[in-house]
Nanobody, 124 residues
Framework: QVQLVESGGGLVQAGGSLRLSCAAS????????MGWFRQAPGKEREFVAT????????SYPDSVKGRFTISRDNAKNTMYLQMNNLKPEDTAVYYCGVRKTIVPSTSAALFGSWGQGTQVTVSS
């Protein structure tokens, strides 16, 4: 079955950087658009970044645009999220997911096969 494993989270001061990884197995990784989402305590899972099957068409919400960069290495079945200039409001559990629709979407409901998540904590 599909398995996604996130890693790279941690505790960082505001203004710092982290690079998250999402290792995929059990699917033809290069065929699927992928996405990063995050969920803070008491809040809904929210869109952070998406990327097409070939690494094109990256998309970000305004809250992270210019600070986060999504990428993928299909040869390694791995997706990445480079996060720079982190802010306390970026604190959350970060998840990667496989998009399950042909139509582009930023809705968490249209992604699945979620991993266990990786905690990112940004101190002020």
């Amino acid at each position: 079955q599909v398995q996604l494993v996130e890693s790279g989270g941690g505790l960082v001061q505001a203004g710092g950087s982290l690079r998250l990884s999402c290792a995929a197995s059990g699917l033809t990784f290069s065929s699927y658009p992928m996405g990063w989402f995050r969920q803070a305590p008491g809040k809904e899972r929210e869109f952070v970044a998406t990327i097409s099957w070939n690494g094109g068409s990256p998309s970000y919400p305004d809250s992270v645009k210019g600070r986060f960069t999504i990428s993928r290495d299909n040869a390694k079945n791995t997706m990445y999220l480079q996060m720079n200039n982190l802010k306390p409001e970026d604190t959350a559990v970060y998840y990667c997911g496989v998009r399950k629709t042909i139509v582009p979407s930023t809705s968490a409901a249209l992604f699945g096969s979620w991993g266990q998540g990786t905690q990112v904590t940004v101190s002020s």
